[in-house]
């Protein structure tokens, strides 16, 4: 099955299984393109071969520029936009409305009825006290009216506390101005949103009861929102606080511009690497909190000798590149590697400036070399 494998005694082909063919003298149709190891690691190859095989050299260079560096990246909502929803009082649920996990809500918007005895007490006073405020009801609960009296003054203030009251037990700004412009006590409190975003959370259904403090829901807006990367070793220096990183999304190959803020100062506790902490504004909803995003950022400059990433074989255990040592001779050579920027890998150790090495064609003379190296 490869006609190059030769041996000098019978026996079985090591790279297919098969019984290997006897070749006498005179038989040159199946020798002539046969490569030479004169030596451990030496593979020699004729010209016909190398033209054949479509083997190329390139050189070792010296080179320099700015790299780019590419990090695997979670989309993650801003936790300075996550709102968690509860009230200050117990009671229980009348009904909700449209408030399922992912639904995008928008601020004000009524998530649920509830009702409380505490609430009806507490409007029950900002609505007295409101109305002490403005003789007739004809200025507002602030008492801003230039004509306004000392003990007015102190009405609108006591008005002013009682609304605070209202909006610590968690009645929105809305309800609480329907009641200074109806003058009545309502029986029910609305549970809004207090921004416009996407439910994430839900701890509520009709019927519930409820204590003080109870969330009831969490809203995310993800107008803007976060990108945690995860940086191994140096690779997190690359990550300097408003430096500049494109953001790529696998499956659809969109691009996004986002903005190094931090690094967080903890590991991750399942990657054990360091997070870039990167923002970005998410017009349209692109992003969503979980997806997974490549994260490309530029390095600091740098240099180095580099060939061609094809010039490389990778064996698991090593690397190693056929240098040419001599016309149409190659030598097998372990090298050490660095950085990668394009198509070009940084080589530490193993070879110098002017080497020539096989960039194309190196797999076909790697197994040449061990197809000898087995039959020796």
Request: proline share 5%; with cysteine; aromatic share 6%.
């Amino acid at each position: 099955m490869h006609p190059s494998y030769h041996s000098a005694k019978p026996g079985i082909a090591p790279d297919c299984g098969m019984e290997l063919v006897p070749v006498y003298e005179g038989d040159v149709a199946a020798t002539q393109q046969m490569p030479a190891s004169t030596e451990s690691g030496l593979v020699h190859i004729d010209p016909a071969t190398r033209q054949l095989y479509g083997i190329t050299l390139a050189t070792v260079e010296q080179t320099s520029g700015r790299g780019n560096l590419r990090v695997y990246g979670r989309v993650a909502a801003d936790e300075s936009r996550v709102f968690h929803v509860d009230l200050g009082t117990e009671g229980y649920v009348k009904d909700t409305h449209a408030d399922a996990v992912g639904d995008h809500v928008s601020k004000n918007q009524h998530l649920a009825t509830v009702y409380s005895p505490e609430f009806l007490s507490l409007a029950g006073g900002y609505l007295s006290a409101n109305e002490r405020s403005t003789p007739g009801n004809s200025h507002d609960a602030a008492g801003q009216s230039p004509s306004v009296t000392a003990t007015q003054s102190q009405n609108a203030s006591g008005a002013q506390a009682r609304a605070d009251r209202l909006r610590n037990a968690g009645m929105s700004d809305v309800q609480i101005e329907e009641i200074r412009a109806n003058q009545k006590i309502p029986e029910d409190v609305y549970v809004v949103s207090p921004t416009d975003g996407f439910i994430i959370a839900r701890e509520i259904s009709p019927g519930m009861r409820f204590e003080r403090h109870t969330e009831l829901y969490t809203i995310a807006d993800l107008n803007h929102i976060w990108i945690l990367a995860d940086a191994f070793g140096k690779d997190a220096l690359a990550f300097r606080s408003g430096s500049i990183a494109q953001i790529t999304l696998p499956d659809t190959g969109e691009h996004f511009v986002a903005r190094v803020s931090n690094v967080l100062p903890e590991l991750n506790a399942t990657t054990r690497a360091l997070q870039p902490r990167l923002e970005l504004s998410n017009p349209g909803f692109h992003l969503r909190p979980g997806m997974f995003v490549d994260v490309d950022v530029s390095t600091a400059p740098r240099e180095g000798l580099t060939i061609p990433s094809d010039a490389i074989v990778n064996t698991g255990l090593s690397k190693r590149v056929y240098v040419e040592i001599g016309e149409n001779t190659f030598q097998a050579r372990v090298v050490e590697t660095g950085w990668t920027e394009g198509d070009r890998v940084q080589i530490v150790r193993g070879l110098r400036k002017g080497d020539k090495v096989v960039s194309s064609g190196t797999f076909l003379i790697d197994s040449e070399s061990r197809m000898h190296q087995a039959g020796e």
